[in-house]
């Protein structure tokens, strides 16, 4: 698969795994709004997919978020294979990525800097 279209396809993914995200969520006490899929990788031969995920919140609520999504990535694939049309529905994997948070954490040490350089 070109790279080009690979790359359209990791997008269009992480779309579908978005608003995925608030139709298998109702009625489970989780709180989606907490939970980002910041990228999806889709392997060349489409079998397998990861994606990354950012959590906010602490370490229990991450845990116990990652612990969801994984018990529920059938789920999440079933409704991937209802909205894209692809030759395989890839397996999803889901792993943790602190880079939004990160990113807040650079964000806030440039905001308080700001003013001492008035």
Not at 15 to 37: I, N, T
Not at 49 to 72: K, N, P, T
């Amino acid at each position: 698969m070109k790279i080009d279209r690979l790359s359209r396809l990791n997008d269009r993914l992480r779309e579908e795994l978005s608003s995925a995200l608030y139709r298998v969520a109702p009625g489970e006490g989780v709180e989606a709004g907490r939970v980002s899929f910041v990228s999806a990788k889709v392997a060349p031969d489409l079998h397998n997919a990861v994606v990354e995920v950012s959590i906010l919140g602490d370490e229990e609520q991450a845990r116990r978020l990652m612990s969801w999504l994984r018990s529920r990535r059938a789920d999440f694939q079933r409704h991937v294979a209802d909205r894209m049309a692809l030759k395989y529905t890839p397996v999803l994997s889901f792993r943790r990525t602190e880079a939004i948070e990160r990113g807040d954490r650079v964000l806030s040490i440039l905001d308080s800097l700001e003013p001492a350089a008035k």
